[in-house]
């Protein structure tokens, strides 16, 4: 059996996470930087010289997924190849591990973390911004910080844990459907983005049906686009038509 890992060797390896794309490459990606990430745990799982070599060589291939998920996806890594030092499970494990992982969590995090998440942070900070309250922005976007960081941590160590049974971890965290609710928000508080814009406009003698149809116009275009399978495109083209048309005074409110 092999010794646990020493808290030492794991808080490097999840410190050097946070560099993970320092080492990024047009062909292998992550590969670099998956590497460094995992060479403090390899180097003290495999103190022979061949097995060493060997488990290196086992990340010398193509590696990409997103940043925020490398954590949990490094934490699995390192807990499996505890487990092939010890003899309990086969090399080749790790080779199909990281083909349907990788790209699993790569999908995980590109919809969560960069297509909802960060949507919602951005409306969210313009929408303070513009009703004056910079600060909360601020005191918003620290918060943000200190989560994403505390799942980074949270991710590592459980999956360093519990191995490949923390796969039912990630799938209880059901993050699909929190990727999708959160996108429903988000069209709301572009609506809202889009009242604390106009309000900074001089639309006092608009009606009240043309301040709400703007408003609503977005959430509703998103339900026409994900139901309905309008083109987004054709949605761009009308608003903008009837933004010239008022410009022109073609439309008057």
């Not at 010890?86 to 919809?111: F, H, K, M, N, Y």
């Amino acid at each position: 059996m092999n010794a646990p890992l020493p808290p030492r060797v794991a808080l490097t390896c999840l410190w050097r996470t946070a560099a993970i794309n320092a080492g990024m490459t047009a062909r292998g990606m992550q590969q670099l930087g998956l590497l460094y990430v995992l060479a403090p745990a390899l180097r003290h799982l495999y103190p022979e010289p061949g097995a060493r070599r060997r488990a290196f060589a086992r990340y010398a291939e193509h590696s990409n997924t997103h940043a925020f998920m490398l954590p949990a996806y490094a934490g699995l890594l390192i807990s499996m190849e505890s487990q092939i030092a010890a003899g309990s499970v086969p090399e080749a494990v790790i080779a199909s591990l990281r083909q349907t992982l990788a790209t699993t969590l790569s999908a995980l995090g590109d919809s969560f973390f960069s297509g909802a998440l960060r949507t919602s942070w951005a409306l969210i900070s313009i929408c303070l911004v513009l009703c004056g309250y910079p600060v909360a922005a601020a005191l918003f976007t620290g918060l943000l910080i200190l989560l994403l960081m505390a799942f980074r941590i949270t991710g590592f160590f459980y999956c360093l844990r519990n191995g490949i049974a923390s796969l039912q971890w990630l799938r209880r965290l059901n993050i699909v459907c929190w990727t999708e609710r959160i996108k429903i928000v988000n069209a709301l508080l572009i609506g809202a983005t889009l009242w604390c814009m106009l309000m900074k406009e001089d639309v006092q003698d608009w009606p009240w049906q043309g301040r709400i149809g703007v408003c609503l116009f977005i959430p509703a275009a998103a339900w026409l686009v994900g139901k309905v399978h309008v083109p987004r495109t054709l949605l761009w083209l009308v608003a903008l038509g009837v933004v010239i048309l008022l410009e022109a005074g073609y439309i008057r409110y």
